[in-house]
């Protein structure tokens, strides 16, 4: 059974969605607010134009024990579990680059894209330093994830679909895309959606990233399904 539940004027909460629809069945929550207002956030990926397979992560762990950022039901295991990542580059240093997303909620960045986003937003992610060995130079690097894993999501300006799944657990699903709630984000730059999971940059910091040559990143906006490319680094 599908129910369809159009909240006209709600202030409801994607928590009190998520808590509030009824069990066992599928349940659509419409926008109240049809205009999707300005984008300030993108999400960010790592380029494959830039052959990122030629990085070699000798001792990542399983999935299961790999660090992530949990969600409504599951707990965040941080990135400070891991081991000292063993990474070798299949090729010499200039060949490089500055992100690299090798599992799950984990991104490899080089230090220098790192002291960038510490400048504009302190304290933002969750590190451990490393060494990328190319063959000719070793490289320092972050293994991170996004501290900040919040809900950003607007239900106002966003169809929210709520589903029990036959695994017995329940999802958060946005089948036209997402619109973030940007008055929440003053000041923030660097941030990952508890339901939309993924790792998300201003366009100040995108602007400030783009500008001081860093590679490795795609950027793509997630107002539609499917995202829409912005750029890439």
């Known amino acids: 059974m599908v129910v369809t539940m159009v909240m006209l004027g709600s202030e409801l909460t994607i ?3 998520f808590k509030g629809a009824p069990e066992g069945q599928v349940s659509t929550f419409g926008m109240t607010i049809p ?5 300030s956030y993108y999400r960010v990926r790592q380029s494959f134009d830039y052959r990122p397979a030629r990085l070699d992560w000798a001792n990542r762990p399983s999935r299961e024990a790999s660090p992530w950022n949990g969600s409504r039901t599951t707990t965040r295991i941080p990135v400070a579990i891991l081991p000292i990542p063993d ?7 200039k060949d490089v680059v500055d992100f690299y997303h ?17 400048q504009v937003d302190p304290a933002s992610l969750e590190h451990v330093e490393f060494y990328v060995q190319a063959k000719d ?3 320092p690097f972050h293994a991170v994830m996004p ?16 589903k029990d799944t036959s695994y ?16 929440n984000l003053q000041g923030v730059a660097s941030f990952s959606d508890i339901d939309a999971g993924g790792w998300y940059w201003s366009k100040d910091l995108v602007d400030i990233v783009q500008s001081r ?6 950027l793509q906006s997630v107002a539609s399904v499917p995202p829409r490319e912005v750029a890439r680094l």
Do not use: H, W
């Not at 040559?213 to 795609?218: A, I, K, L, Q, T």
């Open 137 to 139: 130079a070793k490289l």
């Open 168 to 183: 017995g657990f329940r999802v958060v699903k946005f089948p036209d895309g997402v619109v973030f709630k940007s008055n």
């Open 213 to 218: 040559g860093v590679r490795g990143c795609y």
């Open 35 to 39: 205009d999707s207002g300005e984008e």
């Open 147 to 162: 501290r900040r894993v919040i809900e950003a999501v607007d239900p106002r300006r966003t169809r929210v679909v709520i």
């Open 87 to 93: 990474v070798r580059f299949k090729g010499f240093s």
């Open 15 to 17: 928590r009190e969605m």
């Open 102 to 118: 090798p599992d799950q909620d984990v991104f490899f960045i080089s230090d220098a894209l790192f002291r960038q986003i510490e």
